[in-house]
């Protein structure tokens, strides 16, 4: 069963809640963290990975990207997904 929370003006609605991030696609820009208020995101070095091929990436100069590293803080606002630039973002209802 979904989460299921309303706005104020009490129509309801299923959040859906930030679960990974695309990290072939992200390109580190930070515009999700910025309107994050939460403590759901953080930016990792790319370099710490050492499943990750460059020559998959979109952006092969990207030295970081953005990953979900407490996703029991996400409120389902749902604004990380609006304002990334690569679609990077999967949501999942609770
Ligand atoms: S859905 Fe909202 S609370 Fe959750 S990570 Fe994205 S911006 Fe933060
Ligand atoms: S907005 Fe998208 S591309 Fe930019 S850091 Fe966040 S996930 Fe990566």
């Known amino acids: 069963m979904s ?3 309303v706005t104020r003006g009490g129509t309801p609605y ?3 809640y930030a679960e990974s991030i695309d990290p072939k696609k992200c390109i580190g820009c930070g515009r ?3 309107v994050c208020v939460r403590d ?3 930016l990792v070095d790319r370099g ?3 499943d990750m ?3 998959d990436w979109d952006d092969e100069d990207a030295k ?3 990953t979900v590293k407490n996703p029991g803080d996400c ?3 749902g604004a990380c997904g609006r304002t990334c630039p690569k679609g990077c973002f999967t949501f999942v209802a609770a």
């Open 3 to 5: 989460a299921t929370a």
């Open 14 to 16: 299923t959040p859906t």
């Open 32 to 34: 999700c963290y910025k």
């Open 40 to 42: 759901v995101l953080t």
């Open 48 to 50: 710490d990975d050492d």
């Open 53 to 55: 091929d460059e020559d």
């Open 64 to 66: 970081a990207m953005m």
């Open 75 to 77: 409120t389902g606002c």
